[in-house]
């Protein structure tokens, strides 16, 4: 099985553990958009001020170099329209750090997609559905649709998706596509791209739309369709487990997330800012962190039902779920069907 965002062995990650390194980063550019998604993180917010300069941004990635980093992920808002994106790939790329972007695809034009290709960006495309009715509709931008699969045309025509160039799709699960998941699913596979299916994280945006919730049990019933269409199909084993179809997430074991103002947290669902990078360096953050300490600590820390889950040696929920909907980033994941089955039986 994968490990989201880490394609480290189980060795390189204790180590990092116990020394206090990173292996990746998330950040963000800006989290200027022009998507409104129904199910975004990112509270709207009419200007964004604040924001870190470009010196501000490579300085902490080479901090987070230094603490070991290989990789760095790019999100949003939305990079694909920040003016100087191909200034910060060139320099990722020069420092010889494996790049990943999440975008909605409105900022890659043919020119973008060719600069992408040269740096070999792992590219995770956002599309929720292949009906532009409705993803328009999550996208909260009439065309929508059309943005989205003309930068699937010019990624292709770049190079994508290929050996060297990884290609995903990045789609929530939500009451609105979940009937079209399992064809989506099998449209990527024959297609080479990597299906990136995740449960919506209960914050912002998907807090006020409530109607995108999809429950436990439905969860349930698609990760096992998936996982059964991916291994008669596909040759793909992996058991069925949240918050990921067919991934893992460690983040919390090597990784952090730097916010557009600076502000360094455990990830986008784990809204509990630990310091900033205009205050402190990176490295006092994370090793001064009661919080990361915790989440890297998670079989000992973690309560409830995940603790005593069968499958507690190798997931700890989403902690994200289990900080929005709880205000406990430690409790057990309400969102996840063992969870579920747990609390009812």
């Known amino acids: 099985m994968q490990i989201y965002n880490l394609e480290f062995t189980e060795q390189e990650i204790r180590d990092a553990v116990a020394a206090d390194k990173l292996l990746s980063m998330e950040i963000e550019f800006s989290r200027i958009c022009n998507f409104r998604c ?75 997609a060719n600069v992408l290709a040269k740096s070999k960006v792992r590219v995770a495309l956002k599309m929720n559905s292949r009906d532009e009715e409705i993803q328009d509709q999550l996208a909260g931008r009439k065309g929508a649709f059309s943005i989205i699969n003309t930068a699937l045309s010019n990624l292709k025509k770049a190079g994508y998706p290929s050996k060297d160039l990884f290609l995903a799709i990045s789609t929530v699960i939500c009451q609105q596509n979940i009937n079209e998941l399992a064809s989506l699913w099998q449209w990527l596979r024959q297609e080479n791209i990597e299906p990136f299916f995740e449960v919506i994280t209960p914050q912002a945006n998907a807090i006020k739309n409530d109607g995108l919730t999809v429950s436990p049990t439905q969860l349930k019933e698609l990760f096992t369709e998936l996982s059964t269409i991916d291994r008669d199909d596909f040759g793909h084993c992996w058991d069925p487990q949240p918050p990921l179809v067919g991934n893992k997430c460690m983040r919390h074991q090597v990784s952090c997330l730097v916010t557009a103002t600076g502000d360094v947290m ?68 309400p969102t996840c069907w063992r969870n579920s089955r747990c609390s009812t039986s």
């Not at 990635?61 to 694909?80: D, T």
Request: hydrophobic share 30%.
């Open 266 to 333: 455990p990830c986008v669902g784990v809204t509990i800012p630990i310091g900033n990078i205009r205050k402190n360096g990176l490295a006092d953050i994370i090793r001064n962190s009661e919080v990361i300490t915790n989440l890297k600590n998670y079989k000992e820390t973690i309560t409830g039902s995940c603790k005593t889950c069968e499958k507690a040696e190798e997931c700890y929920g989403c902690r994200g779920a289990a900080y929005q909907l709880t205000g406990d980033y430690l409790a057990s994941d």
């Open 38 to 112: 129904s199910y975004c993180y990112v509270e709207e917010e009419k200007e964004r001020t604040n924001e870190l300069s470009r010196n501000e941004i490579k300085d902490v990635i080479l901090q987070a170099k230094n603490l070991g980093a290989r990789k760095i992920i790019i999100l949003g808002g939305e990079p694909s329209i920040y003016p100087h994106i191909s200034e910060m790939i060139d320099f990722l790329d020069n420092e010889e750090l494996e790049i990943e972007m999440f975008t909605n695809g409105a900022g890659i034009n043919q020119e973008m």
